[in-house]
């Protein structure tokens, strides 16, 4: 790692550190440094077919080894993924979800 982390390659750090092992998700614009990141570690990338999915992978990751990660791009791919998440939040399902963005230099 360089002397200046990025926030992903810090991220990707810190869900080493919670015990996270695997890491579920669809690469897409605007995550793919943090892709980039997690190739980089410790943990297995591993993709879903669409973020819902992803998005239940990680919620039974979590149920059997304590605590799951998901990694889905801006917008559409965070939506995809509210069910999920939703369901995990419901059942107390420590699931972390991390989401991509555009710089706020490229905000409309």
Known sequence: MS???????YLARRL??????????VPGDYCLQFFD???ASSMQVIGTCNELNAGYAADAYAR???IGAVAVTYDVGGFSLLNAIAGAHAERVPVIVVSGAPRSTEAR
């Not at 002397?3 to 390659?9: D, L, P, Q, Y």
């Not at 080493?16 to 998700?25: D, I, L, T």
């Open 37 to 39: 990141s997690l190739e």
């Open 64 to 66: 059997l080894n304590g």
């Open 3 to 9: 002397a200046a982390w990025t926030v992903g390659e």
């Open 16 to 25: 080493e550190q919670a015990g996270v092992g695997h890491v579920f998700g």
